[in-house]
């Protein structure tokens, strides 16, 4: 399961009811071990809450957990909002996830930059542009069109470079940049 974005809705009831039977002490090592899950991928231990939750709830504990932590470093959450999203869940309780959440803000950053520059292996390091006007070819004596050279260095992960040279006309590079506009609204979707 996966929780919905709208964490005043996911962190109420029956989570609240999940956390609470918890110690602080345990809900604090949690929340750490989510954020090294969301960190460096290390795989989160049923056995260890097995004792208090089933199979089932564990996933939506863990999960609403996941979200929350993701949730508070892209939306930059202060403390309130935070304390908000966290809903009827006792105040001490509330207090241990914002901790994780102040110790663990730059772990969980720089894993959320991570992730959306993951997306692929290759990125554009570095680009130059030339624009000519073909005035006339072989077949006609008077062109007049403007041409767009285009050369894209891209760098994969282990920094080889290698030169992408594109020549494009007027329609194009109309069609190059609403292909870029829309990978960047897929990265933006990606994203959040």
């Known amino acids: 399961m996966h929780a919905p974005d709208n964490m005043a809705d996911t962190i109420q009831g029956d989570v609240v009811t999940l956390l ?3 110690s602080i002490g345990e809900l604090n090592a949690l929340c750490h071990t989510v954020v090294a899950n ?38 930059s959450w202060t403390k309130d909002e935070i304390f908000g999203k966290l809903g009827s869940l006792p105040d001490d309780y509330k207090q241990t996830v ?12 720089k894993s959320l930059l991570a992730s959306t520059a993951a997306i692929s292996q290759n990125v554009l390091a570095d680009f130059d542009w030339q624009m000519k006007l073909v005035m006339s070819s072989d077949k006609l004596s008077s062109l007049h069109t403007p041409l767009l050279n285009l050369d894209l260095q891209v760098a994969d992960c282990n920094n080889h470079n290698r030169v992408v040279s594109l020549e494009l006309d007027r329609t ?16 933006q979707h990606l994203s959040s």
């Open 20 to 22: 609470t039977k918890c």
């Open 38 to 75: 969301i960190s460096s991928r290390q795989p989160l231990d049923y056995n260890t809450y097995s004792k208090l939750w089933s199979l089932e709830e564990w996933w939506n504990v863990t999960e609403s957990i996941h979200s929350l932590l993701k949730l508070s470093i892209k939306n």
């Open 98 to 109: 914002m901790e994780v959440v102040s110790v663990r803000r730059e772990d969980l950053r």
């Open 172 to 187: 194009d590079l109309k069609k190059l940049i609403a292909s870029l506009e829309g990978a960047g609204k897929a990265v």
